[in-house]
Nanobody
């Protein structure tokens, strides 16, 4: 199977920065879209950013210009550089990947990492 392991969350002051990482491991043949979602307390999970296998990126309007998604295909890892963080960015951030394995294609999710923006 495939595992996604996130790291890099934590507590940061408004205006600060954090970098999230998500490493995929297991019986991976190829990975299509990788991305990040987040879920704040009492709210639905929302898309933050995605990175396709073809190199195309997309962002939620709320994070454009502040967050940058990148990807290292050799390491099966996706990153999210978050700058100019705001209290409203506080959420659990989940890594997502559309993965092809020897038994087929499906979506995988990480366990989530908490990001708290507070003074």
């Amino acid at each position: 199977q495939v595992q996604l392991v996130e790291s890099g969350g934590g507590l940061v002051q408004p205006g600060g920065s954090l970098r999230l990482s998500c490493a995929a491991s297991g019986s991976i043949q190829s990975m299509n879209i990788m991305g990040w979602y987040r879920q704040a307390p009492g709210k639905q999970r929302e898309l933050v950013a995605t990175f396709t296998s073809g190199g195309r990126t997309s962002y939620a309007d709320s994070v454009k210009g502040r967050f940058t998604i990148s990807r290292d295909n050799a390491k099966n890892t996706v990153y999210l550089q978050m700058n100019s963080l705001k209290p409203e960015d506080t959420a659990v951030y989940y890594c997502y990947a559309d993965v092809v394995t020897y038994v087929g294609r499906r979506d995988y999710w990480g366990q989530g990492t908490q990001v708290t923006v507070s003074s």
